[in-house]
């Protein structure tokens, strides 16, 4: 997410400043086909940064360790939370990466700058009797409510990001073959089975629902707002909190809570770590790891709770 302007004022960004941190966004971006919501917030983080270094007769390009650490550690007393400050870093090395890559620096000032530790939270995931709850609270009986339903059936199936199902093309849907389409992070593509129940309620909203809600129908979007328009993920989020609240689930629940209750339910039921990885669209397997605490903690409470001398 993009920094908050420091609290106290900076002098206005210089266009050298500005040009630099926009090319390098052109690249990032060129190259590594990044989210515009990852490359904002790293030229948020890299223009905070050179206002700093202004004010105190620096330049972006020039700074050093010492100015680095300076600044990090003033927004920490700031109060900037750890998670925030190692995004920072996070922005902060691969620009200078990028300048000493591209001839324009000699030295990586942020090769000796350590990132703050960070305890890794455990992904939060709903039984599978809250699940079936959250699948069944949309009223199916009108449009909307059927669209709801096939989003939640086709999120749980497939384990998609929340940015995945909103910008879901009726190109990437495959429904006699049963799987989905879907460019995840860093453009990486990859093919995801949908399963029989998902299956069968995606065809029940594009038959029955769809149509009343693409008037115009010229729209490729699949899931689309009452006004014909695609769904944004602010706009489903608030929907699927209203339908666990429906559903009587009281703890916090999100659009990424069904990503994790895919992953954690596959991995409960004996899939293997590899595949899970492959489905999720993970890079790294390390990523997906984190699964395996979970619902190796679910074991242990079931342990507990059922298991005589638990």
Request: aromatic share 6%; hydrophobic share 40%; proline share 5%.
């Amino acid at each position: 997410m993009p920094q908050a302007d420091a609290p106290y004022p900076l002098p206005p960004l210089e266009p050298d400043d500005l040009a630099a941190v926009e090319v390098f966004l052109d690249t990032l971006w060129s190259e590594r086909g990044l989210s515009r919501q990852t490359l904002a917030g790293y030229g948020s983080d890299l223009k905070l940064l050179a206002r700093w270094l202004r004010a105190r007769g620096s330049v972006l390009e020039r700074a050093t360790r010492e100015e680095l650490l300076a600044y990090l550690a003033e927004r920490v007393q700031q109060g900037v939370r750890p998670r925030s400050t190692a995004r920072m870093l996070s922005s902060f090395r691969r620009y200078y990466r990028w300048l000493v890559r591209e001839g324009r620096l000699r030295e990586d000032p942020t090769a000796r700058v350590e990132a703050p530790r960070l305890g890794r939270p455990l992904p939060h995931a709903l039984t599978e009797t809250q699940v079936e709850a959250l699948l069944q609270a949309p009223s199916v009986d009108e449009p909307l409510g059927l669209r709801d339903r096939a989003m939640l059936e086709l999120m749980y199936a497939a384990g998609l990001r929340i940015s995945e199902l909103v910008g879901l093309e009726l190109q990437n849907l495959n429904l006699r073959q049963g799987v989905v389409r879907t460019l995840g992070k860093g453009s990486r593509e990859r093919l995801v089975p949908m399963g029989e129940e998902a299956q069968h309620w995606l065809e029940r909203y594009l038959t029955a629902a769809r149509p009343h809600l693409d008037r115009g129908g010229r729209s490729e979007t699949v899931f689309l707002t009452a006004r014909g328009a695609g769904m944004s993920r602010q706009a489903f989020w608030y929907r699927i909190k209203a339908h666990a609240a429906e559903a009587g689930i009281r703890q916090g629940v999100s659009p990424h809570s069904l990503r994790h209750s895919f992953a954690t339910h596959l991995l409960n039921h004996g899939a293997d770590l590899r595949v899970v990885q492959l489905l999720l669209g993970h890079s790294d397997l390390s990523t997906t790891q984190i699964y395996t605490h979970v619902a190796r903690q679910r074991l242990q409470d079931l342990h507990a709770t059922h298991h005589p001398r638990g």
